[in-house]
């Protein structure tokens, strides 16, 4: 009788390891995934990010690195904790799972957060950085993520070409009679910012402001997505991870 009770008790055990497994292979892909789109998002615009005021969307996309790293590292021990049915290591994934989840959180608010901010900041601070501190000295970081920008985005100034009129540069002598900057030009030659022809320099509605909005917008809802589904997993894995604890304590009385 006793051993006609322990056929069942073992099935449902190797049930739960085996389910755990497949857990923690998509959970182990779903990390490098988050450590993939952290990168990828850092390399993409690590061009702009002198012409953002603030350092919260780099922030996002840090954590989003450091917790796929620690997903990977946990899928690992994961492994380990189901094949030896270990109940301390399966505590430790437990808790590193619950880890994982808070800095993932985290990074969600942070991005949110951002979101919420970035029309106003943009609108600011690309401005502000057009006239002021565009070719300036000791602003050659500005400068250079201001020329990829309009090149990049095929546009001219923060909401129109007429926004260079105010700027600092293009009212000195260094600006050599330009009307814009030569990366507003569609073909970048030597002084062609003195001619603002839309034949000549990109004319876009909405400016450059427009085209970063879009841009970190969709790269803030990929990384959205990205952390919202990790974190389902981590759920079903916290399920999953405290279910085959409880049935390795009870076996072991």
Not at 16 to 23: C, D, G, M, Q, S
Not at 39 to 51: A, D, M, P, R
């Amino acid at each position: 009788m006793a051993q006609c009770k322990a056929e069942p008790d073992d099935w449902l055990t190797v049930y739960l390891k085996y389910l755990l497994f497949v857990f923690n292979f998509f959970f182990w892909v779903g990390g490098a995934a988050v450590m993939a789109v952290g990168i990828w998002t850092l390399v993409e615009k690590s061009g702009y990010l002198s012409v953002l005021a603030s350092s919260t969307f780099a922030a996002s996309a840090y954590i989003l690195i450091f917790a796929g790293a620690l997903v990977m590292a946990t899928g690992f021990l994961g492994f380990g904790a189901i094949v030896r049915e270990d109940r301390s290591c399966l505590s430790t994934y437990f808790s590193l799972l619950l880890v994982i989840f808070l800095v993932e959180l985290v990074a969600g608010v942070l991005a949110h957060l951002y979101y919420q901010r970035l029309s106003d900041e943009l609108r600011q601070h690309l401005t502000r950085t057009l006239a002021e501190n565009y070719r300036q000295p000791g602003a050659a970081e500005i400068t250079a993520s201001v020329d990829r920008l309009q090149q990049d985005f095929k546009c001219c100034g923060s909401n129109s070409s007429a926004d260079w009129q105010h700027s600092t540069y293009i009212l000195s002598r260094e600006a050599e009679g330009r009307r814009v900057p030569d990366s507003c030009c569609k073909t970048v030659v030597a002084r062609c910012g003195q001619r603002t022809h839309p034949s000549n320099i990109y004319k876009v509605e909405g400016g450059c402001i427009t085209k970063l909005e879009q841009f970190l917008a969709d790269h803030l809802l990929l990384m959205g997505a990205v952390g919202i589904g990790v974190a389902c997993l981590q759920v079903c894995g916290m399920t999953l991870t405290c279910c085959l604890h409880r049935r390795t304590q009870l076996r072991s009385y």
